[in-house]
């Protein structure tokens, strides 16, 4: 088992900015990615970023390129998603989610482990 907490999320004002952190424990020696998804009231939780264990590479979904970064700090187990130019349609709950084995991780079947989810409200 892997256990995933997250911190970081809150209220923001429209163009602000905020930084989510997401710490796994446990079981982490299988591990291929890490990612953020979001859930907004009434809608399917959708893909925001990913970051693959070897090499550091990246996805962002094309509503966030350009604002938001993910990175990671391997010692630590920890990733982060920086988030920039927060627009109101980027209010959710945002989980965090951890890949053990290769798997499409742009959606939310490439997932073994979930966070329990931070809010992020963004007014206008």
């Known amino acids: 088992q892997v256990q995933l907490v997250e911190s970081g999320g809150g209220l923001v004002q429209a163009g602000g900015s905020l930084r989510l952190s997401c710490a796994a424990s446990?079981?982490?020696?299988?591990?291929?990615?890490m990612g953020w998804l979001r859930q907004a009231p009434g809608k399917e939780r959708e893909f925001v970023a990913v970051?693959?264990?070897?090499?550091?590479?990246?996805r962002y979904a094309d509503s966030v390129k350009g604002r938001f970064t993910i990175s990671s700090d391997n010692a630590k187990n920890t990733v982060y998603l920086e988030m920039n130019s927060l627009k109101p349609e980027d209010t959710a709950v945002y989980y965090c989610?951890?890949?053990?084995?290769?798997?499409?991780?742009?959606?939310?079947?490439?997932?073994?482990?979930w966070g329990q989810g931070t809010q992020v409200t963004v007014s206008s």
């Open positions: 989610a951890y890949a053990a084995t290769v798997r499409p991780v742009t959606t939310s079947r490439g997932y073994d482990f």
């Open positions: 446990g079981r982490t020696f299988s591990r291929y990615a």
């Open positions: 970051i693959y264990w070897s090499g550091g590479g990246t």
